[in-house]
C-alpha cells in the first residue's frame, strides 16, 4: 500500500493512541499501530471490565423489571422488531446472549451471527437458547446453519470502545460494519461495560454510528433519535 492508502488508518490511529507527524514510513506503518491502539483498549477492558455476574442483573433489567425510564426507552424501540440478533460473549465482552430469554418471552426471534469466511463476510441464523452450538471462526460460536438465515431488525453488537457521538470501535474486521450496511434499517445497538467509553472514536464517512448503547450504568441514545 501507499501512503495515500494508508492516511484513513493513519488518522484512526493517531486519533487512538496520539502519535503525530506523517512521513510516508510512519503512514505505512498505521495498520499496525492502529491495531496497536485497539490492543491497548483491550487491554485496559481486561483490567476495568467487571464481573459479568452482579453487575449484568442491571443491563438485563432494560427488558425486564427494573428501572422504568429504561426499560421504557428499549421497550419502545424494539416494539416492532421481530428478529433481534445478539452474540455470544467472548472474553471481557459484556455477555448479549443472556438477554435472549427476556427477548424471546417477548416474543421475539433470537438470532447469532456466523462468521462465514475471513473477509468480513457474516450472516445471522435463528437461536433457541438450548439449541446446539457449532465452533465457527476467530472461537466464535453459532447454530446450525440448516435453517437458512434471517434478517434482523435490531443488531446488537459487540465492541472495543464507543463514544458519545454513537461512534464504535470493533476488532478491526469490518463484520459488524458490513452487517449495518447490508441492513440498514435494523437497529443498531452497542452493548458494553461502562469503563469501555473513550472521549472520542474516529469515525470514516462511511461508519454507520450505533443508535443506542447499553451499558450496565446506562442507556445512551444518539441525540438524534
Do not use: C
Amino acid at each position: 500500500y501507499g501512503a495515500d492508502e494508508m492516511r484513513p488508518w493513519y488518522g484512526k490511529a493517531e486519533a487512538l493512541i496520539g502519535v503525530s507527524g506523517g512521513d510516508g514510513s510512519q503512514v505505512a506503518s498505521a495498520p499496525f499501530m492502529f491495531h496497536a491502539a485497539q490492543q491497548r483498549l483491550m487491554d485496559r477492558l481486561a483490567g476495568l471490565a467487571p464481573d459479568a455476574d452482579p453487575v449484568f442483573a442491571p443491563l438485563a433489567n432494560y427488558l425486564g423489571t427494573g428501572d422504568p425510564l429504561r426499560r421504557y426507552q428499549l421497550a419502545r424501540r424494539i416494539a416492532d422488531a421481530g428478529v433481534v440478533a445478539l452474540y455470544m460473549g467472548l472474553d471481557d465482552e459484556a455477555p448479549a446472549q443472556r438477554l435472549a430469554p427476556q427477548l424471546q418471552a417477548m416474543g421475539k426471534i433470537v438470532a447469532l451471527p456466523r462468521v462465514i469466511d475471513r473477509l468480513g463476510s457474516m450472516e445471522f441464523l435463528a437461536w433457541n437458547a438450548d439449541d446446539q452450538l457449532f465452533p465457527g471462526l476467530y472461537g466464535t460460536s453459532h447454530p446450525e446453519p440448516a435453517g437458512g438465515a434471517v434478517t434482523p431488525d435490531v443488531i446488537v453488537a459487540p465492541l472495543i470502545a464507543f463514544d458519545r457521538a454513537m461512534n464504535r470501535l470493533g476488532q478491526g474486521g469490518g463484520y459488524y460494519d458490513r452487517a449495518f450496511a447490508r441492513f440498514p434499517d435494523a437497529l443498531r445497538i452497542g452493548l458494553a461495560w461502562s469503563a469501555q467509553e473513550i472521549d472520542m472514536v474516529p469515525a470514516d464517512p462511511w461508519d454507520l454510528p450505533l443508535h443506542m448503547v447499553m451499558t450496565e450504568v446506562e442507556l445512551i441514545e444518539a441525540l438524534d433519535q
